[in-house]
């Protein structure tokens, strides 16, 4: 895709220059993140079906006190939660902990 100026489609992130993001390997499959994701209405039925799924939630430990005590509980009795020391663009700065978190979560 030709390049006219600057993404309309860009993040921000904790501080991270994202010059080596552009330089790394996998560069060429870096996308901006579609418009329409935060505009689009998200439509859940069945919500206590939803709810009694096992919840899983893989957080940054400097927001866990600004999250839902009761959730981060559950997650933590359930032996449900992952906490790592980052900001929380975790993808991109501790991107081997989220997969193997998520390889964790998907072998249960």
């Known amino acids: 895709m030709a390049s006219n100026g600057p993404s309309p489609f860009t993040t921000q992130t904790d ?3 994202s010059a080596p993001l552009l330089t790394c390997d996998n560069a060429d499959r870096l996308t901006g993140h579609p418009w329409k994701c935060f505009e689009q209405k ?3 039925a069945n919500e206590d079906q939803l709810w009694a799924k096992p919840q899983r939630h893989i957080v940054c430990a ?3 006190a600004t999250r839902d005590p009761e959730l981060i509980g559950a997650a933590r009795s359930e032996a449900g939660l992952w906490q790592i020391d980052t900001g929380h663009d975790l993808m991109i700065t501790e ?3 989220v997969a193997d978190a998520l390889m964790e ?3 249960r």
Do not use: E
């Open 15 to 17: 501080g991270l220059d």
């Open 42 to 44: 998200l439509v859940l």
């Open 62 to 64: 400097s927001t866990l």
């Open 95 to 97: 991107p081997q902990f």
């Open 105 to 107: 979560i998907a072998a």
